[in-house]
């Protein structure tokens, strides 16, 4: 809906606006420019001839350049008659309700309020507020007393997350009474229940804020991609007070900026909560050299440091410096801020801002000045395109310079982007997109083969669907073991491919592992299984790939390949399942490919493998495309066998027919049959679809173990 609406808003703003005066190639690359003086103020009247730009510092070709518009406030009027007149600013005023305090919510709002009404008549606003997930507040419009009425209305709003910043405050006001009580408790076994009790708290914390993080990732990530199809610059302003960084938060975060990056939004994040330590306010940009924040105004560093030992002040220093997936001494950056008490609350946004030529404004008092900062900027910013001078979709993180022939001047800009194929980005995150980009060239290297198992099956609407099953090796030497656990990060990558090799479906799942030493054994026998799904438009033969990645680099791989029968009678994959429910059960779909596991009243449960323990009734569920139970029954044979290796053990009894309930033309076979005279071993059961009028005839199999 959010992607419709933009799109939609897209098409009224051509009409009423023109055409942008150059539309980007699908391998254009655009890149926003801000351009100021020494004193920070605007540079309007350089030339394409003034910038050079290098991607992996190979020098590009600009194929297109836009000059700065009008400053906000002025008339916007076109130049004369008929001509268009420039594409609009779209500006996106997001407001975090999870991690904002009432106090600095307030702030926000008429700070918000303020900058809308100073904004141009030409400039589209929209608001949006994060909460547990993403509300959109005002749609994109440039009716100025329709978004001011939409920030008020945010002001007077409750605080609403998976974790709110009183939430933290409170667990954290918790966990500090625990434990100066754990540590004046003389008896031990009173200590020991007064540190499992501060743990369960401090967990609990730890994680919801993750989930909180996860949302704001979520939400910035869908904004970014919505406003793709708006035409010319747009900027993007969060008002939050920052998080705790989290345990996944280098993927998300890289989605977020890829994603922002290729819609070519600029996100500016803006902590309402004012001066938190001495000293001026505190102006953060982007800078060129580094790649890193810096401090444009002064080099206090921003909010003082808070809960710090002198004894670590050294070790502190090192972690700052850390990259979110970097490890020192053994931890992660996270486990050190978790471990140090470190008030890192602006790392992953600060990154946002910084990888996407954004800034980020703290401990200033007064955020309407800073928000002029940000207007300035977009009267200093040039929109500069170029078609890359090496063309394939590598996955590969591509870095992005812009430099001026003018002396004086400081340019910032988005730093890069991932070489992801076009509509690829959406399902994954670069660092997947990385996964499939190895897997295609060759270079993935996997150390082990997960068991892959799925079925082509009719989707519940109309299209195909394709549940899936892998199951991770129980290989305790990928997980990072502790004094009590063993834990890993893994990332599940599962495509589905026609016969040509094209992409039909992506999908990405993130995993946390964290086995206590006791569940060591069970998880070295059975291993993990996750579930999840695919979906295609049409029955084709397909193929199914795996690609699975633990956090110490540990790979794997796995493929599948799926057949389709090719005549006009096309049964699906064959399924079969040791465990069949009655009634839906809602618990086991978590992907919109598991429903295609619910047919008539039942509900088939995904099997980990096709390995069954002998004397287990197995049940087999198949469909056809392309007949009907209207068809005279004469025209029509259904025939299930029982083969092991090339003998025939017998024909089992005809499936029972169904019609689809919403489409005519697809039959449902289901059948059931007993193994326990069946001795250990491997057998193929056998399904044939024969149309005795147009003699043809179509056989699905699915090969099986009895243990």
Request: glycine residues 8%; proline residues 6%.
């Amino acid at each position: 809906m959010r992607a419709a609406a933009c799109y939609l808003m897209a098409v009224a703003v051509s009409c009423l606006w023109g055409q942008p005066r150059f539309r980007a190639q699908s391998t254009t690359v655009v890149v926003d420019v801000t351009v100021t003086d020494g004193k920070g103020r605007a540079a309007p009247d350089l030339t394409r001839d003034d910038f050079r730009i290098f991607e992996n510092n190979q020098p590009q070709a600009i194929t297109a350049f836009e000059a700065p518009r009008s400053p906000a406030g002025s008339s916007g009027a076109a130049s004369s008659e008929g001509q268009p007149r420039a594409a609009p600013r779209f500006v996106a005023i997001v407001l975090d309700r999870a991690d904002l305090e009432p106090v600095h919510l307030k702030t926000a709002v008429d700070a918000a309020a303020g900058y809308v009404a100073k904004t141009s008549a030409d400039d589209v606003v929209s608001v949006f507020s994060i909460g547990v997930g993403l509300e959109t507040v005002v749609p994109f419009t440039n009716e100025k007393e329709r978004v001011i009425a939409g920030i008020r209305k945010l002001g007077q709003a409750a605080p609403k997350g998976v974790q709110t910043a009183s939430d933290r405050t409170q667990a954290q006001s918790e966990i500090r009474r625990l434990a100066q009580a754990e540590n004046r408790a003389s008896n031990p076994a009173i200590a020991d229940l007064l540190r499992a009790e501060r743990l369960i708290v401090e967990n609990t914390m730890w994680m919801q804020s993750g989930f909180q993080a996860r949302a704001m990732f979520v939400a910035l990530r869908a904004i970014a991609q919505s406003c793709a199809p708006l035409p010319g610059h747009k900027t993007l302003i969060l008002f939050s007070q920052g998080f705790p960084p989290t345990e996944d938060g280098a993927i998300a975060l890289a989605a977020v900026i890829d994603a922002a990056n290729r819609a070519n939004v600029t996100i500016h994040v803006v902590d309402p909560s004012g001066l938190a330590g001495q000293g001026p306010a505190t102006l953060f940009s982007a800078d060129q050299s580094t790649n890193t924040v810096t401090p444009t105004r002064n080099n206090n560093g921003g909010r003082t440091r808070r809960n710090t030992p002198e004894s670590v002040n050294e070790q502190m220093s090192q972690i700052a410096q850390m990259a979110p997936g970097d490890v020192h001494g053994g931890s992660s950056k996270f486990d050190w801020s978790r471990k140090l008490g470190l008030d890192r609350e602006h790392d992953d946004l600060a990154a946002v801002a910084s990888q996407t030529g954004g800034m980020l404004i703290k401990d200033h008092n007064r955020i309407g000045l800073a928000l002029e900062d940000i207007d300035r900027d977009l009267g200093a910013t040039y929109t500069l395109a170029y078609q890359p001078k090496e063309g394939d979709y590598d996955g590969a993180f591509r870095s992005i310079r812009v430099t001026l022939d003018r002396k004086g001047y400081r340019v910032r800009h988005r730093k890069g982007y991932w070489a992801i194929p076009p509509g690829d980005q959406v399902k994954v995150t670069p660092a997947a997109a990385q996964l499939l980009a190895m897997a295609a060239s060759g270079t993935l290297h996997p150390r082990f083969t997960p068991k892959l198992y799925g079925a082509l099956l009719f989707g519940v609407g109309g299209d195909f669907a394709l549940p899936l099953s892998i199951v991770l090796p129980g290989d305790l030497s990928s997980l990072t073991k502790s004094d009590r656990n063993y834990t890993a990060d893994v990332t599940v990558v599962l495509t589905v491919r026609d016969r040509e090799g094209a992409l039909l479906d992506v999908t990405q799942r993130s995993i946390r592992l964290n086995l206590p030493k006791e569940q060591a054994a069970e998880f070295q026998c059975s291993g993990v299984r996750v579930a999840t799904g695919l979906i295609v438009p049409r029955l084709e033969s397909v193929d199914v790939e795996a690609i699975v990645q633990y956090s110490n680099g540990t790979t794997g791989f796995a493929r599948r390949h799926l057949d389709a029968g090719a005549t006009g009678m096309r049964p699906t994959s064959l399924f079969l399942t040791d465990s069949v429910l009655d009634g839906p059960s809602t618990a086991m779909v978590d992907h919109p490919a598991l429903e295609s596991l619910q047919v008539e009243k039942f509900t088939f449960a995904l099997p980990r493998t096709l390995e069954f323990e002998r004397g287990a009734r197995l049940t087999s569920y198949f469909g056809v495309e392309g007949i009907s139970l209207s068809r005279p029954a004469s025209d029509l044979e259904l025939k299930l066998v029982l083969r092991q290796g090339e003998r025939l053990i017998g024909r089992l009894p005809a499936p029972s027919l169904f019609a689809s309930p919403k489409f005519p033309d697809r039959l449902l076979c289901l059948a059931q049959f007993d193994t326990r005279d069946l001795p250990a071993g491997d057998y193929l059961l056998e399904a044939t679809v024969t149309d005795r009028k147009l003699n043809t005839a179509e056989i699905q199999r699915a090969a099986f173990r009895i243990q």
